[in-house]
Nanobody, 123 residues
Framework: VQLEESGGGLVQAGGSLRLSCAASGRVFSRHAMGWYRQAPGKEREFVATINWSGAGTYYADSVKGRFTISRDNDASTVYLGMHMLKPEDTAVYFC?????????????????WGQGTQVTVSS
């Protein structure tokens, strides 16, 4: 399984970015997907997950109402729309997925990881 993130960059507080994660190596539409992030000096943390069909989405409280996770199964890509960005959103954002098929997303195991993309929000 290969995961490749893109779309990171530098943005001012209050701005928006959309991250993409292209997956390959298996049938994309059978697996839940997720986004995690790791800020300097901190542990990696959960941001959002989406179930295999896209019908179920789950968010960390810190991003709820500002971030939106979505997926395009035909394009084998998962997205993270980020709005009203804050300096505390600065981190490396990682795409992840699990080995299990047809997972709910709420209990996704991050079995596979991408390399990450840097998001920096300036104040």
């Amino acid at each position: 399984v290969q995961l490749e993130e893109s779309g990171g960059g530098l943005v001012q507080a209050g701005g928006s970015l959309r991250l993409s994660c292209a997956a390959s190596g298996r049938v994309f539409s059978r697996h839940a997907m997720g986004w995690y992030r790791q800020a300097p000096g901190k542990e990696r943390e959960f941001v959002a997950t989406i179930n295999w069909s896209g019908a179920g989405t789950y968010y960390a409280d810190s991003v709820k109402g500002r971030f939106t996770i979505s997926r395009d199964n035909d394009a084998s890509t998962v997205y993270l729309g980020m709005h009203m960005l804050k300096p505390e959103d600065t981190a490396v954002y990682f795409c992840a997925t699990e080995a299990r098929e047809y997972g709910l997303g709420s209990d996704m195991a991050a079995d596979y990881w991408g390399q990450g993309t840097q998001v920096t929000v300036s104040s």
